[in-house]
């Protein structure tokens, strides 16, 4: 089944201890990106990345980490995370940046995070 | 002004209602633009993209008015099922950014 897929779905952390949060896509899919979602925010964009080693800052980037390493790949990393840092966050995928505009993109099942 | 703005609702409607969203977006180079179902606590699904001439899918009908940059989504004879978040999804630039922005969504429930 194509799919995005999300570890942990749940996480309770504490301020200042590094996590990372994992997302894979079994689709070929070059366009990676992740997003948080806040109420009354809505989604925004964290990082993305448009292929292999190719990552690029989105809206909110503070605070954020991301590599891609392989293509199927995108991890969150979070060296310190802070209460302000407590959402949902989605990962996303699509064919290339330029379908994505055409399909849409493919979210994976959300992680919701708590940093205490 | 948000990029993507969208009134959250809560439209609480009966049973076999026609309900209708509107999404304004304040790029008038965008090119791309969707409408997305979130239901609570899970992530968002594509329900359709909107076409310049319109389009239809079943009883979600989305249209696009390009001179007054909005958007709209209209369900007939709504189910108990269709009860959801509907986000608007619009790219930012066009051309090679293609970045989408979704709105705050609006809240749709559907009542017995």
């Known amino acids: 089944e194509a799919q995005v897929t999300q570890n942990p779905r749940y996480l309770i952390t504490v301020t200042g201890k590094k996590l990372t949060v994992t997302c894979s896509q079994n689709?070929?899919?070059?366009?990676m990106s992740w997003y948080r979602q806040d109420p009354g925010l809505g989604l925004r964009q964290i990082y993305y990345?448009?292929?292999?080693?190719?990552?690029d800052k989105g809206d909110v980037p503070e605070g954020y980490k991301v590599s891609r390493k392989e293509k199927r790949n995108f991890p969150l990393i979070l060296e310190s995370p802070s209460p302000n840092q407590t959402s949902l966050y989605f990962c996303?995928?699509?064919?290339?940046?330029?379908?994505?505009?055409?399909?849409?993109?493919?979210f994976g099942s959300g992680t919701r995070l708590t940093v205490v | 002004r948000k990029e993507v703005e969208q009134d959250p609702g809560p439209f609480n409607v009966p049973e076999g209602a026609t309900v209708a969203f509107n999404c304004t977006y304040s790029?008038?180079?965008?090119?791309?633009f969707f409408w997305y179902r979130q239901d609570c606590r899970k992530e968002p699904k594509l329900l359709m993209s909107?076409?310049?001439s319109g389009n239809e899918d079943g009883r979600f009908t989305a249209q696009l008015n390009r001179a007054s940059q909005y958007i709209s989504l209209l369900i007939r004879d709504s189910k108990l099922s269709d009860s959801a978040t509907y986000l608007c999804?619009?790219?930012?630039?066009?051309?090679?950014?293609?970045?989408?922005?979704f709105g705050t969504g609006t809240l749709l429930a559907v009542q017995p």
């Open positions: 996303a995928s699509s064919l290339s940046r330029t379908s994505s505009s055409l399909y849409g993109y493919t």
């Open positions: 689709m070929n899919h070059e366009y």
């Open positions: 990345s448009m292929n292999v080693e190719v990552t």
């Open positions: 790029n008038s180079a965008s090119q791309s």
């Open positions: 909107v076409y310049s």
């Open positions: 999804v619009v790219n930012r630039d066009g051309g090679a950014t293609n970045k989408l922005i």
